[in-house]
């Protein structure tokens, strides 16, 4: 089965830093996106980050210019390096693969995968 690990969350001052991993695991063949995104309390889920296998990245205004994507294709992993965070910031961060082809047995499969989710907390 695929398996996406997420790792770094934590508790972090206003204008800290943090950074997150999320190794996906099984037998993977490829991954077309590979994106983060985060959900805090009251409020739906929204788009932080994605980079593509072909390294374009996507960015939501509120994270631009203090936030980078980045990924490594051979460990299947998606990093996000965040800088200068904000209380509203605070959120638990979700990574997402999307277009995760993977083979089980005989077939191949694509689907798109989330992590379980791991809490930044940006606080004094």
């Known amino acids: 089965q695929v398996q996406l690990a997420e790792s770094g969350g934590g508790l972090v001052q206003p204008g800290g830093s943090l950074r997150l991993s999320c190794a996906a695991s099984?037998?993977?063949?490829?991954?077309?996106?590979m994106g983060w995104y985060r959900q805090a309390p009251g409020k739906q889920r929204e788009l932080v980050a994605t980079?593509?296998?072909?390294?374009?990245?996507n960015y939501a205004n509120s994270v631009k210019g203090r936030f980078s994507i980045s990924r490594d294709n051979a460990k299947n992993t998606v990093y996000l390096q965040m800088n200068s965070l904000r209380p509203e910031d605070t959120a638990v961060y979700y990574c997402?693969?999307?277009?995760?082809?993977?083979?089980?047995?005989?077939?191949?499969?694509?689907?798109?995968?989330w992590g379980q989710g791991t809490q930044v907390t940006v606080s004094s």
């Open positions: 099984g037998s993977i063949r490829s991954i077309t996106v």
């Open positions: 980079v593509a296998s072909g390294g374009s990245t």
């Open positions: 997402n693969a999307h277009g995760l082809t993977y083979t089980s047995g005989p077939y191949t499969y694509t689907s798109d995968k």
